[in-house]
């Protein structure tokens, strides 16, 4: 297992090597960020003296290797727009993210697993039609669109809650449930559907013919096996929002979090800022994919590592 | 058993995790404003809150080109000159007089008795210094560009400041009223701090700043000049336009920036004023099928600016008057008015010029804009109808940059949209029209030479005829289809009273609330 874990680690250094330089590459041939910069009236002196200023006037490869040198060193430069350290910025905004997205699992969980249990427990009933139905609008609908009806509705109408900002749980609501309505969706669908499979396999057979009841079959055997299925999608979902898929929602709501800031950074054109935040994305994921990984092993005693 | 154990102990975790760091990331402070609609009608209201669009990155006001750190810093640092509100000339802030000396000397006098927030007093060192800092290479200010004539700045007596231009420079007086003054001793003492917690003359200051969350300012006793009406001031920083909209109509703030024309009919207290954006079509003077003058001008003619400004604006635009700029514009001429739309008349013109069906390729961008995709498309469908077979393409922002300063990859048509930082009709010459400017695509040496000495002489009569005559001529030689003038709006609580500037500064000093 700890060998396991060791490899898993060094193949996320070479993930994050190979990520880098990939973005690096992309960012450069995107265009030149002095132009988007400067104000349209500035003279070509004046772009030339930005560019001189950030160094973007070497050649490119003298501009990777040092960008890779330094990377090494945990040193992403300061960010041109802010200047500030790089990273300080995004590790700054990771914990105000994690807020928000950690609250909206909290409340797609306490919604899809409910959901789901009951849709499988009467297959094609007219509750499970029910269920399935709204499990898969959630899915489908546009998270701005859902933020800015709860906005009109909860904080405009009926005042309960804040329309944006950041800062105490009335300003927190409102956001974490319109991030949780798609994973609440994909989470409610996969109970509903494994749930359904493990209902009619052997093992539940055999447990019913024991006298054991529907309710134990349900949450004491069948739970424990969807449990895996149940965290490749959630782990997707959770890996998505917390690498930037947030930023809708973050910027309906006026949430200063790292979502924001991807959707500010890449309008500026602000190269190490950007390198910075991919870094971080980069390693979230892979250690993500990790947690989920470990997980699946204590779900399935049959997976070992 | 154990599964059911193990998910309640989950659930719980997570949810003790989401609390623990929400309660890290809340301020101790609660955020005042009432979220219930009505606050209690009898109390005097002593705070405005106003959301920006964005957060400011810094609170030095010498280093970043930032609307959303002026809209703060504006009302807590003030500069030697200010333009007044109304007419868009500078006149005396931090400095009582400006006179010239010689062609390349200015001379400020310093306002006695002004006091910066800390208690220091204002002086020459200070006005030198802040200066200096700004043109400093090492220091490497993103406002550079806007002093690029200004070469050093030495104290001449207590209260005297001499200012050394390379060569003459019409502007230098807005070039002052855009440099905001700093202390020299808290700078060089404060290195630190001097990005978050600013130290200044205007008539607020900032007491605290909560990142993410708000900037609150409020009332500065020792203020030279008149005292504010209203007390304090918070900013809240919500990107969205629709959430601001939501926020006012909410209670939840005073003022928002930025609103958008379709969001009129919804707001309490609407405010509107012709802001700085132009937006307009540049011609291909070098090569293509506009390089024909009858071809330019029978685009001008093809366009209805008045249907674009109501259709697609509903009024918050107003039709472009036959040149770049509006006015209060010093150089902006009264001379030319709007082209009419003769559709009629453009089809003549484009039979004169032997036009024979060419494609006209109008290259554009979506999204930097107010609705620039939309007015392309419309403006599109307006030369289609008089006979011009154009063809719109759009490119991502970096694209459309390349082909706006690659004179080689200049389309025969390309949308843009023009601002101007020191309200100069001046600076559009130098940029669009002279054949060395940036985003030139024509060569007019008679004009070039015209240009030049217009922006060389010093007696603004003398200057202002120099920029009539240019206006004429290219009136009818065109370089450009002048489109709109946007307007600013503004969202305001039903019990606010301000005046929008025609500079678009947001002067929490000038409002005030009907009680």
Redesign the interface.
């Known amino acids: 297992m700890l060998k396991y874990v060791i490899q898993r680690l060094l193949f996320t250094v070479v993930v994050i090597f190979g990520v880098s330089i990939l973005v690096f590459v992309i960012t450069h041939l995107?265009?030149?960020p002095v132009?988007?910069?400067?104000?349209?009236?500035?003279?070509?002196a004046?772009?030339a003296q930005l560019a001189h200023?950030l160094g973007l006037d070497k050649p490119i490869w003298e501009q990777l290797t040092e960008f890779l040198g330094n990377m090494i060193r945990l040193d992403f430069g300061v960010s041109w727009?802010?200047?500030?350290s790089c990273l300080s910025i995004v590790l700054?905004k990771i914990?105000?993210t994690?807020?928000l997205v950690?609250?909206s699992?909290?409340i797609a969980?306490?919604i899809a697993?409910p959901m789901g249990i009951i849709a499988a427990y009467k297959p094609d009933s007219l509750l499970d039609r029910i269920l399935t139905t709204a499990s898969l609008i959630g899915i489908c609908l546009p998270s701005f669109w859902v933020a800015?009806m709860l906005?009109?509705f909860f904080?405009?109408k009926l005042?309960?809650?804040?329309?944006?900002?950041?800062?105490?749980?009335?300003h927190?609501v409102l956001p974490a449930v319109t991030l949780a309505v798609v994973p609440a969706g994909h989470i409610a669908q996969i109970v509903r559907f494994s749930m359904a499979e493990q209902l009619n396999a052997q093992y539940a057979v055999t447990a019913r013919a024991k006298g054991v009841k529907e309710s134990a079959v349900l949450?004491?055997h069948a739970?424990?096996n969807i449990m895996t299925a149940v965290l490749t999608i959630g782990g997707m979902d959770l890996a998505m929002y917390l690498a930037g898929e947030a930023a809708a929602v973050e910027?309906?709501?006026?949430w200063?979090g790292f979502g924001?800031l991807v959707v500010?950074t890449i309008s500026r054109?602000d190269f190490p800022l950007l390198q910075a935040e991919i870094f971080v994305v980069a390693v979230i994921i892979c250690l993500i994919n990790l947690i989920v990984d470990l997980l699946y092993a204590y779900f399935d005693p049959r997976i070992t590592y | 058993m154990m599964m059911k154990r193990f998910l309640t102990v989950l659930l719980v975790c997570m949810l003790m995790f989401t609390l623990v760091l929400s309660g890290c990331g809340a301020r101790k402070e609660e955020p005042k404003p009432a979220p219930a609609p009505a606050p209690a009608p009898a109390k005097v209201r002593d705070t405005v809150i106003i959301a920006l669009q964005g957060e400011p990155t810094t609170l030095d006001p010498q280093f970043p080109d930032d609307g959303n750190m002026r809209a703060v810093t504006d009302n807590v640092f003030e500069r030697l000159l200010e333009f007044d509100g109304k007419t868009l000339q500078p006149k005396p802030g931090l400095a009582t007089d400006i006179k010239k000396i010689n062609d390349t000397t200015w001379e400020l006098t310093i306002r006695d008795g002004v006091k910066f927030h800390n208690g220091d007093s204002f002086t020459a060192e200070d006005a030198v210094f802040s200066i200096k800092r700004i043109i400093d290479p090492a220091y490497k200010s993103q406002q550079v560009s806007y002093f690029s004539t200004i070469k050093d700045a030495k104290v001449v007596a207590p209260n005297k400041i001499q200012v050394a231009t390379d060569g003459f420079d019409a502007l230098f007086p807005k070039r002052m009223a855009r440099l905001d003054m700093v202390s020299k001793k808290y700078v060089e003492a404060n290195k630190d701090k001097v990005n978050t917690q600013p130290v200044g003359t205007g008539p607020y200051k900032v007491i605290a700043w909560n990142r993410g969350v708000d900037i609150q300012a409020t009332a500065f006793d020792g203020y030279w000049g008149k005292k504010p009406a209203i007390k304090n001031v918070k900013y809240r920083f919500i990107q969205e336009g629709s959430t601001r909209l939501a926020a006012l109509k909410a209670g939840e703030i005073d003022f928002a920036v930025n609103m958008l024309p379709e969001y009129m009919k919804d707001i309490p207290n609407v405010k509107m004023e012709t802001g700085a954006e132009t937006y307009w079509i540049r011609f291909n003077q070098l090569r293509g099928p506009m390089v024909k003058k009858e071809m330019r001008l029978a685009a001008n003619y093809a366009i209805d600016r008045k249907a674009l400004a109501e259709a697609l604006f509903l009024g918050a635009a107003s039709p472009a008057q036959g040149q770049m700029g509006k006015e209060g514009y010093f150089g902006y001429s009264s001379k030319v008015k709007t082209y009419p739309y003769d559709k009629e008349k453009a089809k003549e013109l484009l039979k004169k010029a032997g036009y024979n069906g060419e494609v006209i390729e109008l290259v554009s961008e979506r999204g930097r804009w107010l609705k620039d995709g939309e007015v392309t498309e419309a403006v599109a469908a307006m030369l289609t109808d008089a006979g011009f077979n154009v063809k719109i393409k759009f490119l991502s922002w970096q694209e459309w940059l390349d082909t706006l300063f690659t004179q080689a990859k200049a389309p025969a048509l390309q949308f843009s949209s023009n601002g101007n930082g020191f309200f100069d009709i001046g600076l559009m010459y130098n940029t669009i029209v002279h054949s060395k400017g940036s985003q030139s695509v024509m060569k007019n040496p008679e004009m070039d030479k015209k240009i030049e000495a217009a922006r060389k002489e010093p007696d603004p009569a003398k200057r202002q005829a120099m920029y009539d005559e240019l206006a004429l001529y290219f009136y009818d030689d065109p370089f450009a289809i002048p489109l709109l003038t946007l307007k600013d709006i503004y969202g305001l609580a039903k019990d606010l009273e301000w005046t929008p500037r025609q500079d678009s500064m947001i002067t929490v000093y000038e409002m005030s609330f009907k009680s």
């Open positions: 995107i265009g030149d132009k988007a910069m400067l104000p349209l009236q500035a003279t070509d004046q772009r200023q727009w802010q200047q500030v700054s914990p105000t994690l807020v950690g609250a699992f909290v969980i306490i697993f800015l906005v009109l904080a405009v005042g309960w809650f804040y329309t944006s900002g950041y800062g105490t749980i009335r927190l949450l004491k739970l424990k910027v309906v709501f006026g200063p924001s500010d054109q």
